[in-house]
């Protein structure tokens, strides 16, 4: 009979099986619990625990660990992502921002944006990567500098003009 508490879940590193290993006699038996795979690092397991138990739900609670999706993590707090937002917003536009001197100077100390003198802010690249990320576009990095990005932009305009003048 399996019980629910017997069930492994997958390898937290590669989604394979997990695997119960055993060692030793009597009083010293250990137990542990690694991937099936053993080219998988989860497979180097090591034999800690003096029931199976233990070892299972150490196991399990790694691998449910490694099941949350990364958004379930912002990198800003909420308040702090709004101001961001809001900042972006209105700067765009050319007004001045409005989220008040505390809050961009909060915003600044966080790094997503960066003090230009004279109570001018920019947003870093940071910034705009925290941005992307909280409206789920999906920001690739490592992160870019502003010239690399228009650089990447323009060399991917260049390739899409050129690409339909020759198709
Ligand atoms: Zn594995």
Not at 14 to 24: E, L, N, V, W, Y
Not at 109 to 134: A, D
Request: proline share 4%; net charge negative; charged share 30%.
């Amino acid at each position: 009979m399996t019980t629910k508490t017997d069930e492994l879940k997958p390898c937290p590193f590669c989604g394979g099986p997990g695997d119960r290993q055993s060692g030793g006699d009597g009083e010293s038996r250990r137990y542990g619990c690694s991937c099936a795979n053993w080219k998988c690092v989860g497979h180097a397991s090591a034999l800690f625990h003096k029931n199976q138990q233990d070892a299972v739900d150490e196991w399990n609670r790694r691998a449910a660990l490694q099941e949350q999706p990364n958004d379930a993590s912002p990198f800003l707090q909420e308040d702090d992502q709004h101001d961001l937002h809001r900042f972006i917003e209105t700067t765009e536009d050319g007004q001045g921002y409005d989220v008040g001197k505390d809050r961009i100077k909060r915003l600044a100390e966080l790094g997503v944006v960066s003090n230009q003198g004279f109570g001018r802010y920019s947003v870093t690249m940071f910034g705009y990567w925290c941005h992307e990320r909280y409206w789920h576009q999906n920001p690739s990095l490592p992160l870019k500098t502003i010239d690399e990005y228009n650089a990447e932009a323009t060399e991917n305009a260049r390739r899409r003009i050129g690409g339909e003048g020759n198709g």
